[in-house]
T-cell receptor
């Protein structure tokens, strides 16, 4: 079993839809959870950063962490064509060497006008 | 956050040659990292670039193949040595801007093709 599983998609939705992106993980030591957005031929851009369980909202984006289920989600409300990108989840454990991020493979999202 | 630039943005190289990739940050940072992103694969950490000392390599990566320099707190280089087609990938540098946060920010990447 891989440490981080992420459905690669592709996921195609109409403009204005609510998008749900998910990752599951196996390492219970993970406490820091991140979502990155990567446009084609660009570097990953940090979107959301959360610590431990709970929700965090930033504009149209909501990150949710359920540590009991080892499951994290990113919700995008009122999706726009500019949201079309690959979304990567990443996570890290606390403690020495915790800078090491473990990434999912990414989900490719297309928002159709 | 931090503004990170990489040079070159892309290159096509012949088998057996070496390429050095530069990473420049607009502010001093404590931690700098090098990643590889292969098609259809997760980002994989190659090494941590340590200022003033040897880089710390992850399992599967060695200094002879991927020598790294970090002469100061804003600059690092990664060399891909004796290249083969299997080294074709996107190489990314990232930085951690705060010692109390594990947020990492990435450069735009260098797209390398080895023929």
């Amino acid at each position: 079993q891989k440490e981080v599983e992420q459905d690669p998609g592709p996921l195609s939705v109409p403009e204005g839809a609510i998008v749900s992106l998910n990752c599951t993980y196996s390492n219970s030591a993970f406490q820091y959870f991140m979502w990155y957005r990567q446009y084609s031929r660009k570097g990953p851009e940090l979107l959301m950063y959360t610590y431990s369980s709970g929700n965090k909202e930033d504009g149209r984006f909501t990150a949710q962490v359920d540590k009991s289920s080892k499951y994290i989600s990113l919700f995008i409300r009122d999706s726009q064509p500019s949201d079309s990108a690959t979304y990567l989840c990443a996570m890290s454990a606390a403690g020495a060497g915790s800078y090491q991020l473990t990434f999912g493979k990414g989900t490719k999202l297309s928002v159709i006008p | 956050s931090a503004v990170i630039s990489q040079k070159p943005s892309r290159d096509i190289c012949q088998r057996g040659t070496s390429l050095t990739i530069q990473c420049q940050v607009d502010s001093q940072v404590t931690m700098m990292f090098w990643y590889r992103q292969q098609p259809g694969q997760s980002l994989t950490l190659i090494a941590t670039a340590n200022q003033g000392s040897e880089a710390t390599y992850e399992s599967g990566f060695v200094i002879d193949k991927f020598p790294i320099s970090r002469p100061n707190l804003t600059f690092s280089t990664l060399t891909v040595s004796n290249m083969s087609p299997e080294d074709s990938s996107i190489y990314l540098c990232s930085v951690e801007v705060s010692a109390t946060s594990y947020e990492q920010y990435f450069g735009p990447g260098t797209r390398l093709t080895v023929t």
